[in-house]
């Protein structure tokens, strides 16, 4: 977790609301990734950055947006939250790619009511 | 496509004896690969990686884990299990090609006195 923060660390909202999880690090690293983690699917890719203002998409994006407008802060969003979006969020960060350690967050435990 | 597929969902072992965790794999390039640990309400923790080196790779807190490319196969072991090891893990792999981490499910561990 050191140098990587979540917040908030949970959240309850209601269908239809729009959200925003941010994802903070201090150690000035290039890459960034949102993740969900659902039981039986480990984590599974929502978005990633390789820099400020450059992001892609992963496997389970639709719903979701991002953005990077500072090296240090990933914020990813939920237009209109729906019940299937109740998951585990986890944030990581890389200094380099793919063949990389991945740094994780703690954690954003989301509610959809 | 590549896929990771963790074959144990829950592994239970006592105290002190050998921790088997079993991993397969399946990628069109050469993978790198890991295993993370996560703890209870924590974000994930990288126990070791392999990326073309030496096969049997060594990680933190006496786990070890080896490369069987003609099995595909990326095992984890340990000795001795402590109680400290209960926790769930993840095998992953790698594709530059894809530029992206595949998790497994999971195998969560339960380590009895």
């Known amino acids: 977790d050191a140098g990587i923060t979540q917040s908030p660390r949970h959240k309850v909202t209601e269908t239809g609301t729009p959200v925003t999880l941010r994802c903070h690090q201090t150690?000035?690293?290039?890459?960034m990734y949102w993740y969900r983690q659902d039981p039986g699917h480990g984590l599974r890719l929502i978005h990633y950055s390789y820099g400020v203002k450059d992001t892609d998409k992963g496997e389970v994006s639709d719903g979701y947006s991002v953005s990077r407008s500072k090296t240090e802060d990933f914020l990813l969003t939920l237009e209109s939250a729906t019940s299937s979006q109740t998951s585990v969020y986890f944030c990581?960060?890389?200094?380099?790619?793919?063949?990389?350690?991945?740094?994780f967050g703690p954690g954003t435990r989301l509610t959809v009511l | 496509a590549q896929s990771v597929t963790q074959l144990d969902s829950h592994v239970s072992v006592s105290e002190g004896t050998p921790v088997l965790l079993r991993c397969n794999y399946s990628s069109s390039y050469s993978p790198s690969l890991f295993w993370y640990v996560q703890h209870p309400n924590k974000g994930l923790q990288l126990l070791l990686k392999y990326t073309s080196a030496a096969t049997l790779v060594k990680g933190i807190n006496g786990f070890e884990a080896e490369f069987k490319k003609s099995e595909t196969s990326f095992h984890l072991t340990k000795p001795s299990a402590h109680m400290s090891d209960a926790a769930e893990y993840f095998c992953v792999v790698s594709d530059p090609s894809w530029g992206k981490l595949q998790f497994g499910a999971g195998t969560q561990v339960v380590v009895t006195p």
């Open positions: 990581a960060m890389a200094a380099a790619g793919v063949n990389n350690e991945q740094f």
């Open positions: 150690e000035n690293h290039r890459y």
